[in-house]
């Protein structure tokens, strides 16, 4: 027996391996969409067969062994089953998910029903009362449209009622032939009319219709052809064109819902049927166990298959898919029993990736970085590389052939390395290699190599067509202007004694325009831009000018491009600009190089769509600008691209089509069908932690009222020893999470929005006076789209016990009765005290002086006052200055000088003086409470205080209140016009820039102090 079982398993691999091999020879080599591996949650369990997307926006995810995950984009919570804890999850394999009416998500595991509670972030189990363990293992769960639930179990077929937590069972029962055909439910659907569809195994469909105990049974194959794996029915799915969609084992059977039972049809390769999936565009996926990922668009007939491709990092992970589902932000997620979860975006259309070189025996390697991409006849393309010339169908995604070097073989190419190419209408085709050029006058026929005399002339960069029977080559050492039909050529060459020479020698990129000017340029070797006049071979140079606007944008010229409305662009390593030519003939240059436009990135290769709008490469994606107004919009590798861009290959096809070619394959575009739909995120809270300490669980705390779970609160009571607090929070949004950007805000308490990114997703707040605040968070997506509406929670930190009413009037009346004597006796004992603290003083100072000054030189803290002293203050105000710089906000600094001060310690001794200026640096710290702001003893009586992401008019509002206060405190000074201590402040805002020095800021503020004081002091200054 062990003997036979073996031999079965092998059989039944070489099975699967023979069908996986037959359906990949299905796919196609091109693909729509681009899958990114999810790689941020937990490797130990990369087998999906569970997703949901909640309400809140969280993914959950249901693993053959690992339990189940909730995931924001970022990291993941891991729940588990815990023999030892009754409010764990019932069973590590969690094979389904729900989210009823109400917002309730539900589990399906291994052993039960579990229910998650949010609250105290733990489950409550469900099991029916009695009956075989089959009965908890749940398959599948649906709603039942009235706040109920159907199972699909292997206990058969259940229905539950979570008011009632009741069970009601459907079994089979060899007595009744209205009783399910078998225990085995693998899935289960509903119809419009509330029917239920169940999957038994392996007797076919079992149909129940609503109110009724009996079913009606349903066969998948027919006494005509016979096929009993059509009757192992493992996935359903009922879309809202009232069509069942049924996966079984040998493909997909589909019904339309009040038509003859006879009337269902099979349309998919013969593979086993893992799962379905109706997304909200009506599309149906079919994961499959060894086909990968088919798809039907609504009204296909035929499926369109995603495979594992060796070749392609960007295609589906495995081929052995359990679990599918589309996100609100129109994201695809593919959970494999394998390989985890890949993801691909479905907002993003008319982009096509095409990886042309698969592995074959021959090629275990292959090469799909490209160099240069051309037409060629019948619809086709030339693609070149580190491997030779290969001539590529885009419509099927065929090589037709390959061309390589041989030097055994004449007529082959003469070198594999080919970096630039040409075809010339009704002519030959011109391939430019690293060892001359080459001419192939047809696919059948050798080539003729012609070589120019040198290693560097034979390296052929580029090649454009000129005027007549010309090619302008541009090489390594030398441009040459090359006459096609007499074979004879012309060298133009850079000449240290001829100013009117070529810039540099090596040249990557060349044109002629339509007015016979032949412009080009060197990617790396500088130089800017030369214009040759063919007349006189006299060179122009136009070069970048840091003082002149309109000069080039850098002397790296990486391409070159003349437009159908005959614009001449260039695209250099520091942006894209087109050329200007004016009447008299002096030639300038128009920037797109704003911020909202191109900007400074580099320009590999351009195209123009039909419609006018230009097509630019670079090497974080491609750019659609429009010329005219110089709007951009942008696509990544998130829109389905391919990753990674090679410097002048582009190819615009006659049909409309452009290709851009890099080191992956190429990315096709039909611009027309290109969209990019942008969703609002959610924003949700994923942790709140008092004291590091997270209230994820729920359990009470002292001082501590939470109302709600951590991830939906609704309101946080905290006492006043408890007001150290973080809120964590996340924008639900899987497009590209890490380019993701947040703003939070603690009304009563922040001025304006905090800015921060993915990498810093959490706000604390420290020593907060009692009162009642509002916390705010908002994010924007990874196109700059922010969501309506911020997502908020009330905050309220209790008063102490001693600030309470009650204990001030108890105090009141204790104070009245005790004043007496507590000052007699005070005064006694100060008296007393004064004596001998006056001798400690005198046998101390000197050495704490001594112990001061080196602690002051160690130490960021004053001495005196308990604030910063001028070394903390350095390095935070440096610090900050990179910070604010880094994320684009203000930064203010308030120069704070205690008037007459000198006077006063003359006048009332420096004890009285060391008191005054403690009195004045805690004033100063009371009005820098943000865990951002930076208080700070300056030197002598001067003090300093910074605040981030502070404007001009709340850091003089922050000042003046300083200046009020100060004078309210009405500490005596004799020797002061005033009559009380005040102070003169200067205050400076600027918005960081790095390539500034923060020194700058300080000297604005030391302007405005001085200011104050001739102004008569007491006042506070904003500088210029």
Wanted: with cysteine; charged share 20%; aromatic share 10%.
């Amino acid at each position: 027996m062990p003997f036979a079982l073996s031999t079965v398993l092998r059989r039944g691999c070489a099975l699967l391996c023979l069908l996986a091999l037959s359906l990949s020879a299905l796919a196609t080599p091109t693909s729509t969409l681009r899958f990114k591996r999810l790689g941020s949650i937990d490797s130990d369990d990369l087998l999906i067969l569970s997703m949901m997307q909640d309400r809140q926006g969280f993914v959950w995810i249901g693993t053959l062994s690992g339990g189940l995950y909730r995931y924001n984009g970022y990291h993941a919570v891991k729940y588990t089953s815990s023999a030892a804890e009754p409010n764990s999850l019932p069973h590590d394999r969690v094979s389904t998910l729900y989210e009823d009416q109400q917002g309730v998500i539900w589990a399906g595991t291994q052993n039960g029903l579990a229910r998650y509670n949010p609250k105290t972030n733990d489950f409550t189990r469900f099991v029916p009362p009695y009956g075989p363990a089959a009965q908890r293992i749940v398959k599948s769960i649906i709603g039942d449209g009235k706040g109920g639930m159907w199972l699909a179990t292997w206990g058969g077929l259940q229905h539950f009622d979570p008011s009632r937590a009741a069970f009601t069972l459907y079994l089979h029962d060899d007595k009744r032939p209205g009783s399910l055909a078998s225990n085995d439910v693998n899935a289960i659907a509903m119809d419009e009319r509330g029917g239920v569809w169940a999957a038994t195994w392996p007797g076919g469909l079992d149909y129940l219709p609503q109110g009724k105990v009996d079913v009606i049974h349903h066969r998948l194959d027919s006494d005509a052809a016979p096929d009993p794996k059509l009757n192992i029915v493992r996935a359903l799915h009922y879309g809202r064109d009232h069509t069942l969609w049924v996966g079984t084992q040998n493909g997909v059977i589909t019904w339309k819902a009040g038509t003859d039972w006879d009337a269902r049809t099979l349309n998919s390769p013969a593979t086993r049927i893992n799962y379905l999936y109706g997304d909200r565009n009506d599309t149906v996926w079919a994961g499959t166990l060894a086909a990968g990922l088919l798809r039907w668009d609504k009204g296909a007939a035929k499926p369109v298959q995603y495979v594992h491709r060796a070749n392609d990092s960007n295609s589906l992970p495995s081929d052995y898919i359990r679990a599918v589902m589309q996100d609100r932000s129109g994201m695809l997620w593919v959970g494999s029993f394998s390989d985890g979860i890949s993801l691909a975006n479905l907002n993003s259309q008319g982009f096509q990736r095409f990886i042309p070189f698969d592995v074959e025996a021959h090629n275990l390697r292959p090469d799909n970085s490209l160099k240069a991409i051309e037409g060629a006849p019948d619809g086709r393309m030339w693609l070149s590389g580190n491997s030779g010339l290969a001539l590529f169908d885009p419509a099927n995604g065929d090589v037709l052939k390959t061309f390589r070097a041989d030097a055994g073989k004449p007529g082959s190419l003469s070198n594999d390395v080919v970096y630039s190419l040409y075809q010339q209408p009704g002519g030959p085709l011109w391939v430019g290699t690293s060892a001359g050029l080459n001419r192939l006058d047809s696919p059948e026929q050798p080539f003729k190599v012609i070589n120019f005399g040198s290693v560097g002339a034979d390296f052929i960069n580029a090649i454009a067509p000129g005027a007549g029977n010309t090619l302008w080559l541009g090489t390594g050492s030398q441009v040459i202007r090359y006459d096609t039909v007499a074979g004879t050529w012309t060298n133009y060459a850079h000449s240290t004694l001829e100013a009117n020479s070529r810039s540099v020698n090596n040249s990557t990129v060349i044109l002629e325009d339509k007015l016979g000017r032949v412009w080009m340029g060197s990617e790396w070797s500088g130089g800017g831009l030369d214009v040759l006049n063919p007349h006189t071979g006299k060179f122009r140079h136009l070069r970048h000018d840091a003082a002149n606007p309109a000069s080039l944008a850098d002397d790296n010229v990486a391409s070159l491009y003349q437009d159908p409305q005959g614009r001449v662009w260039a695209g250099t390593s520091r942006g894209v600009n087109q050329v200007l030519t004016a009447a008299d003939g002096s030639i300038s240059f128009r920037s797109y190089g704003a911020k909202d436009s191109v900007g400074e990135v580099k320009i590999l290769a351009m195209r123009s769509d039909k419609a006018g709008k230009l097509w630019m490469s670079t090497a974080g994606g491609l750019l659609r600008v429009d010329p005219d107004s110089g709007k951009v919009s942008r696509y990544t590798n998130a829109d389905g691209l391919s990753e990674g861009y090679s410097v002048s290959t582009a190819y615009a096809a006659p049909d409309g089509k452009l290709y851009f070619g890099g080191v992956k394959g190429m990315t096709g575009i039909t611009p027309e069908l290109v969209r990019s739909d942008s969703v609002k995120p959610q924003v949700a809270f994923t942790d709140i932690g008092v004291f590091n300490h997270s209230l994820k669980n729920g359990q009470p705390v002292p001082g501590i009222k939470l109302e709600g779970g951590v991830t939906s609160p609704s309101a946080l009571t905290l006492s006043v020893q408890e007001s150290v607090f973080t809120i964590e929070f996340a924008a639900l949004h899987y497009t590209d999470p890490a380019r993701n950007t947040y703003a939070y805000r603690l009304d009563g308490f922040d001025r304006d929005w905090v800015r921060t990114d993915a990498t810093r997703r959490s706000a604390t707040y420290t020593n907060l006076d009692p009162g009642r605040y509002t916390f705010m968070v908002k994010a924007a997506n990874h196109q700059g789209v922010w969501n309506d509406e911020p997502t908020s929670l009330r905050i309220e930190i209790l008063p102490p016990w001693y600030h309470t009413w009650w204990f001030r009037l108890l105090a009141s009346f204790a104070a009245v009765s005790l004043l007496s004597t507590a000052y007699r006796a005070r005064v006694r004992h100060l008296t007393r005290r004064q004596v001998q603290l006056e001798a400690m003083v005198a046998a101390r100072t000197h050495e704490l002086e001594d112990s001061n000054a080196k602690l002051a030189e160690l130490s960021s803290t004053d001495g005196l006052t308990g604030i910063n002293n001028r070394r903390g203050f350095d390095a935070a105000l440096e610090s900050e200055w990179r910070r604010a710089a880094r994320n684009g906000y203000p930064l203010a600094l308030a120069m704070l000088d205690v008037d007459h001060f000198k006077a006063y310690n003359d006048h009332y001794g420096h004890q009285a003086g060391d008191r005054c200026l403690r009195r004045v640096a805690d004033l100063i710290a009371a009005h820098g409470r943000r865990t951002s702001d930076l208080v700070a003893r300056y030197g002598g009586e001067e003090f300093a205080l910074l605040a981030p992401a502070t404007d001009a008019a709340h850091a003089l509002a922050i000042a003046q209140e300083i200046c009020e206060e100060l004078a309210r405190l009405a500490l005596p000074h004799a020797k002061s016009p005033h009559g009380v201590v005040t102070i003169s402040i200067g205050v400076a805002t600027s918005m960081p820039d790095e390539a500034l020095s923060w020194s700058t800021l300080i000297e604005q503020a030391d302007k405005a102090l001085y200011r104050a004081k001739q102004a008569g002091r007491n006042r506070a200054v904003l500088g210029e």
